[in-house]
Structure formats: structure tokens, C-alpha cells
């Protein structure tokens, strides 16, 4: 189980931010330490869509010693340029790679997220078990709270839901016989047409790199099937 | 040149938060269509970070038919579960994917952000050339526009900046030979302390397992190294 823990924030509104966050991408348990006041008609509601609904109001207040105690604890900071010689916040994963690491992990998880301004603390960083830094600009690398958190989630989604709303693109792209069957078709369209030989495979070559490379649907293959009759009729006359 | 087209947003936090995710990801160039009134007082100036220097300010107010005619556009859309016979929003690509192809091409990029609540119109969507959605819950795939701007610009991060904040961690791994001398004086300790020799190789595979895979840093090793000397006198006594 993956929690996520928001330490002393200061703004009601990026509270909101993170449940939402956390709903779309399929995260339920949210923790808070010394949280701001959170008013059902104030910015937390206001920010959280339909987490308001569940994550939200289900989120439970803890000190920050019970979520060291009971998980294995993970916190996300925004400053770096840090290098081997410091150790507070070195060695750290980017979101990708903590990713991964959880993947082969079964523990209870808290991923804890920091103060608006100063992030976590040096003491509390000491206390935890492992250090992830989102990558970003150099000229500016400091995230807001609510966006870190935003792209830590997305990133971990994969730990936390079964399935995206997306649909499953590899079995949407048209089965290759029916691709194949389009290629033939093609050539044999070039042939009727008189192309000149000489670039006919060149050509060809084009083709299938090009509709390949784009993954082509049934719909698509069909319309261009579609295609290359009304160009067969249109040459038979 | 990748730019960032905000189209007829509502809400001027939200403009705010994307400005402020462009100067964190390395854009600079903010367009804007139908742009709510943006005050220096207000939210899009509170939520841009530093953003409110350059980015905010330099936003230019813009048609979307200028965009269409002068950009190769990718439109985001949070609405889902779209299948391969709707053809306004299919093919399209996860951010992760679009990351990819556009890596490959030398063009003006226009990203295409959408409404709060409708996001971009299916008449807007027929117009531009590339459909882009991000993999969410099922259960609530609709993400908050500045949060869905945010993902968008982390994850072409490496088409806008050189260099992020975060030290190359690939050369701060401490070099394999130090590493390894670190499991022969390991082994050798195993063997001063009369560690089962029925049990050491297979020990000495588990540390430097685990070592291993926790890619140490140089100040680790030697951290290391000094643990086993201290060892090491302890047993001449």
C-alpha cells in the first residue's frame, strides 16, 4: 500500500491539489501532519474535483514519528545541486526510477511531501529512508507543492491502479494482415498506374515506413482500402 | 521552438501554474487565446513563481486560427475511453510518446491546452495535427488543466532544457574498482571473524547484491572501507 503524506502545509489549496491528483491516478490513503485548516466550502474542497467525495475528507492526521515508525518512508525534495559529499540528500532516485524500485518492493510505503517554502527539513530528511528529486530546470528548479506531488503521483501510477482510462493502444493498431494486405494492394495500384519501375520498391519502402511508423487502426487501413479501389475503378475505365 | 498555448482558460491560477511548470521544465514561449483578465495583483501572478518575471509577462494574446496556420499542433485532451472508431480524438499519444516523436523533428511545436471544464472542442480538436492524453485512473481520468499543463511539460522536459538541476548520477557512482575492494576486504573480514565457511560465498553474493544495486557513491565506499578497518582492529586484538 502506497500513502501519501503532506507535512505542514501551509495552503489549503494545494492540499485540494494532491487529493485530485491523487484520485486521478488512483492513490486513496492521504495523511496529513500540522495540516492547515481544511473548510468544505474553503480551496482544499474547491481544488480537490471528486477527490472532495473520498480522499479528502477520509484523510487522516498523524505526527511525523508514527509515519517513520510504520512505513517505509520516502521524501521528495526540490533542492539540489546537491553532490556525493552531502549526505542528507544523497543519493536520491528521480520519480522514474523510485518508481521501479517500489515495483519489486512489498512494504507499506509513505511518500511525503513538504512545506511550501522550505520543503522538508535537513533533520527530517535524516529520518527518512530514501530521497527522490523530481529533474528540472537549473534556472529554476523549485516545484510548487501541489505540481511536485502532481508529477510524483503520475509517475508512480503504475504502483497504484490497474488500468487507465486509455485504451489499450497496442491492440488498437490494425492487425498486420490487413496492413499487409494494404501494402500488396498498394503496389499493385503503382503497377496499374504505370509508375515507373524503377522507383516502384523505393516507393513502396515509403509507404510502409510511413503508415507503419504510425501505427495505423482498422478504421484507417479500411478508409485507405477504401482508397485505393476508388483508385482501381477509376483506372479500369 | 516548442510554445505553449493556453486556450480560453477561465480561471487565472491556472495560468499562473503553467507559466510557473514552463520556467521549472525550460519554456518560455506562453500564448494565449481568450485569456482571462490577468492581474499583477491576482492569481496568475500569485501562482507563477518566478514565472511572473518573463513568462507571464511576455505572454502574447493570440487567434487560435494563427496557431493552427503557423504550428505543428498537439492538442491535449483529458476525455478518454475513446475507441478507434471516433476518429476526432484517435490516434493519439501518451505525453511519453509525443516526448519521443517530436525529438525527431525539426518544426515550431504548439502544445494546446483547453478549457477547465470542457477542454478543447471537437471543432478545435478536428483542426489540429496531433491528439495527446494522459494515462489516469479510469475511475477519474479528468485532470485539472494546470495540473495536466504540469505533466505535459515534465515529461517533454528533455525537448526544452539541456540540463536539469540534478547532478549526473551516472558519475556519481564510486568507481567499480573501489567497490570492488570493498568485497575482497569484506570477504577478508568474513574470514578473520571465522564466519562459517560453509555460509561466506553465499553471503559475499548477497552483499554485493545489495551493494551493488544501491549504487553506492564514492563517500559510501570509503564509509564503508572504514567500518570494515575498524573491524579489522578490533579483531587483531
Known amino acids: 500500500m502506497i500513502s501519501v503524506v503532506v507535512?505542514?502545509?501551509e495552503t489549503p489549496g494545494n492540499v485540494g491539489t494532491i487529493a485530485r491528483a491523487m484520485k486521478n491516478f488512483g492513490f486513496a490513503d492521504l495523511k496529513l501532519v500540522d495540516p492547515p485548516e481544511l473548510d468544505r466550502d474553503g480551496e482544499a474542497y474547491?481544488?480537490?474535483g471528486q477527490a472532495r467525495e473520498d480522499v479528502l475528507p477520509d484523510a487522516e492526521v498523524v505526527t511525523f514519528e508514527e509515519i517513520v515508525e510504520r512505513f517505509y518512508t520516502v521524501g521528495f525534495t526540490a533542492t539540489t545541486n546537491e553532490d556525493?559529499?552531502?549526505?542528507?540528500r544523497f543519493?536520491?532516485?528521480?520519480?522514474?526510477?523510485?518508481?521501479?524500485e517500489l515495483a519489486g518492493v512489498e512494504t507499506d510505503v509513505a511518500l511525503l511531501f513538504g512545506r511550501e517554502r522550505i520543503g522538508l527539513t535537513n533533520d527530517e530528511l535524516a529520518r527518512i529512508d530514501r530521497v527522490c528529486a523530481i529533474p528540472a530546470s537549473a534556472d529554476y528548479p523549485v516545484l510548487n507543492l501541489g505540481q511536485a506531488a502532481t508529477i510524483a503521483l503520475y509517475e508512480l501510477r503504475g504502483l497504484a491502479?490497474?488500468?487507465?482510462?486509455?485504451?489499450?493502444?497496442e491492440r488498437e493498431r490494425a492487425n498486420e494482415s490487413e496492413i499487409e494486405r494494404f501494402y500488396e494492394r498498394f503496389d499493385a495500384t503503382l503497377g496499374s498506374?504505370?509508375?515507373?519501375?524503377?522507383?516502384?520498391?523505393?516507393t513502396m519502402r515509403l509507404v510502409r515506413r510511413l503508415v507503419g511508423r504510425a501505427h495505423p487502426t482498422t478504421r484507417?487501413?479500411?478508409?485507405l482500402h477504401g482508397v485505393l479501389r476508388a483508385i482501381e475503378r477509376a483506372t479500369r475505365k
Open 84 to 88: 556525493a559529499r552531502k549526505h542528507v
Open 220 to 223: 484507417e487501413i479500411t478508409t
Open 161 to 169: 491502479m490497474a488500468d487507465s482510462q486509455l485504451p489499450d493502444v
Open 7 to 9: 507535512v505542514d502545509a
Open 91 to 100: 543519493p536520491f532516485a528521480t520519480p522514474e526510477e523510485l518508481a521501479e
Open 193 to 202: 498506374l504505370e509508375y515507373p519501375e524503377g522507383k516502384r520498391s523505393k
Open 46 to 48: 474547491g481544488f480537490a
